[in-house]
């Protein structure tokens, strides 16, 4: 059999329900003795990575063992202030960096992540919890946006319209970076959403401040480590952890202009509703209410693979989750294949196995 290219294999894995409910043997012996202390996770703040002096933190866990992988720190409002003025020292230089300059970066970059996939889908799946197809397929759809990244100068094109008003009046529009905006994650896509931010608000001439998913920092902080190897200056893109007190402090600061929020509909409201009162740009994806809309025509077999791998895949935990479909004639013809797909569903777990016997205890007999 020819062997498959990484992006191949991702095209061929990405979100399919056949990779997502392989179902493995899970051991029956008992789970491993704790670890020490976990390390902290790093923050990057002004091109370095360091070691927060706060007192709080929040142990990360592996779903599938419970065992805790990592500690994610609160940062201190010293901390974020510093992450903040980094970003705000380095607007000046960045957003006078010619355009073709900054998309070189990119170009650097998507070739980084290629060449680092599978340490990033590793990192998504020991402390997201999703398989290491679905953590690839989470690599690589944010890969899609960084390689949009690289031809951005388009999206960045003004305009110009002569003679709009009597006496020879001309108009014209010239798009500029805003300086500090910032990018709040949540814990289902580690590495999608992060790539969703920061390369086109970096490759348009700002600068960034990354709060990752305190749940599962580590594949975002590669990500930051990675686009500062590609090239990105000291201070363009800073990594800052926490919690809710995080977020406030985002909203809050009065030096950054824009917010991106991913995640609940709570939320959503309350960055929309906190920053939106200071004056700041806010672009908020929250949770969704998916349809699909089944015709009597349609082919059944790519039907039923396609709704059953919408409806559950990831445990249905993604905003573009199918929860209703719709069907033109009725469900009638469909209810009993549907059913069985359901019934034939299997979880995988993690890296493949069930290392813990709690979490064995906490699968339905129905999937085991």
């Known amino acids: 059999m020819k062997k498959q290219s990484p992006i191949e294999r991702e095209q061929a894995s990405t979100f399919s329900s056949s990779t997502v409910f392989a179902l493995f043997p899970p051991p029956l012996s008992p789970p491993p003795p704790p670890k020490k202390k976990q390390p902290g996770v790093k923050l990057l703040i002004d091109g370095e990575k360091l070691e927060s002096k706060t007192k709080e933190?929040?142990?990360?866990?592996?779903?599938?063992?419970?065992n805790v992988v990592a500690r994610t720190p609160r940062a201190t409002a010293a901390e974020f202030g510093s992450a903040v003025a980094a970003a705000a020292r380095a607007f000046p230089k960045w957003r006078t960096t010619p355009l073709p300059a900054r998309q070189r970066v990119m170009l650097k970059l998507q070739a980084l992540i290629?060449?680092?996939?599978?340490?990033?889908?590793?990192?998504?799946?020991?402390?997201?919890?999703k398989t290491l197809a679905d953590a690839r397929g989470d690599v690589f759809r944010g890969l899609e946006v960084v390689e949009f990244a690289c031809g951005l100068a388009p999206a960045l094109m003004g305009s110009h319209l002569e003679n709009v008003a009597s006496g020879g009046v001309d108009c014209y529009s010239v798009k500029q970076p805003l300086g500090v905006v910032a990018g709040i994650c949540p814990f289902n896509f580690p590495a999608m959403i992060p790539l969703w931010m920061f390369p086109i608000a970096v490759t348009a001439g700002n600068t960034f401040v990354l709060k990752p998913s305190e749940r599962d920092p580590s594949a975002a902080v590669m990500l930051a480590e990675l686009a500062l190897e590609a090239g990105l200056p000291r201070g363009v893109l800073n990594v800052v952890h926490g919690g809710h007190e995080t977020v406030n402090r985002i909203c809050d600061d009065e030096t950054i202009k824009a917010v991106a929020f991913v995640g609940s509909d709570a939320g959503g409201r309350h960055v929309s509703s906190r920053a939106g009162a200071s004056g700041k740009r806010v672009q908020a994806n929250m949770g969704a209410k998916n349809h699909a809309v089944v015709l009597p025509d349609a082919h059944r077999e790519a039907t039923l693979s396609a709704l059953t791998g919408a409806a559950f895949g990831a445990a249905g935990q993604?905003?573009?989750?199918v929860s209703a479909a719709v069907f033109v004639g009725g469900v009638g013809p469909w209810a009993d294949d549907l059913v069985e797909r359901a019934k034939a569903l299997r979880c995988a777990f993690s890296f493949l196995r069930v290392f813990s016997l709690r979490s064995l205890s906490r699968i339905p007999p129905s999937l085991s």
């Open 57 to 66: 933190w929040i142990d990360v866990h592996d779903p599938a063992t419970q």
């Open 114 to 129: 290629r060449q680092h996939e599978d340490e990033l889908a590793a990192a998504v799946t020991r402390e997201q919890g």
């Open 318 to 321: 993604r905003c573009m989750a």
